[in-house]
């Protein structure tokens, strides 16, 4: 089992900043892919930034120039810098993992990944 936990997040202004982080602990597969979600109430998850095993990364349109997804494998750390926040980025953010994963393009689906963090609750305010 891998247990994922999020970095806590943060209530923060229109235009401002904020670094998410996961850490993954417990049993570690092989060919990992790593990905963040995100859901704000009365709306569907969606992904926000994937990375396969290979250390390539898709972000959603919604998020492309200002989101930057990293990896330290030796850390098992996954890391979402967010830049020029905005009120609609407000929502829960989830980290996801599954291993085994040969994609050759990162996967934004939340049906690849197996094991999910708890979230973590990102507020933006105009």
């Known amino acids: 089992q891998v247990h994922l936990v999020e970095s806590r997040g943060a209530s923060v202004q229109s235009g401002g900043s904020l670094r998410l982080s996961c850490t993954a602990s417990?049993?570690?597969?092989?060919?990992?892919?790593m990905a963040w979600f995100r859901q704000a109430p009365g709306k569907a998850r969606e992904g926000v930034a994937a990375i396969n095993r290979d250390g390539n990364t898709v972000h959603a349109d919604s998020v492309q120039g200002r989101f930057t997804l990293s990896r330290d494998n030796a850390k098992r750390t996954l890391t979402l810098q967010m830049n020029t926040l905005k009120p609609e980025d407000t929502a829960m953010y989830y980290c996801?993992?599954?291993?085994?994963?040969?994609?050759?393009?990162?996967?934004?689906?939340?049906?690849?990944?197996?094991?999910w963090g708890q979230g973590t609750q990102v507020t933006v305010s105009s």
């Open positions: 417990g049993y570690k597969p092989g060919a990992v892919c």
């Open positions: 996801a993992e599954v291993g085994g994963c040969y994609l050759p393009n990162p996967s934004l689906h939340h049906s690849t990944y197996v094991y």
